[in-house]
């Protein structure tokens, strides 16, 4: 989350990791979800902070693995 261009998609990771973790916490180890849950919005806003950037990283991998596919296909 240290690189501006690429804080949102780690946000974004960073969220689904926590979601895990305050599961796991709840579920498994019986305690208290509260802390990865706070630090799930903290996630949260960064990445809806952050959004046009994550956009922009996904459509830049997304033409980029359609151009790959594209020359893959051909003969």
């Known amino acids: ?12 990771g ?3 990791l ?3 973790a305050a599961a796991t916490n709840a579920f ?3 305690t208290s979800p509260l802390h990865p849950l706070v ?4 996630a949260a806003l ?8 994550t956009k922009a990283v996904l459509g830049y991998l ?3 693995s359609r151009r790959a ?3 893959a296909q051909e003969p």
């Open 39 to 42: 630090l799930l919005l903290v």
């Open 28 to 30: 498994i180890l019986g």
């Open 1 to 12: 989350m240290l690189v501006p261009r690429l804080s949102g998609p780690a946000a974004l």
């Open 62 to 64: 997304g033409s980029r």
């Open 18 to 20: 926590i979601v895990g």
């Open 14 to 16: 960073l969220a689904g």
């Open 69 to 71: 596919w594209k020359t």
């Open 46 to 53: 960064v990445a809806w902070g952050r959004r046009e950037q």
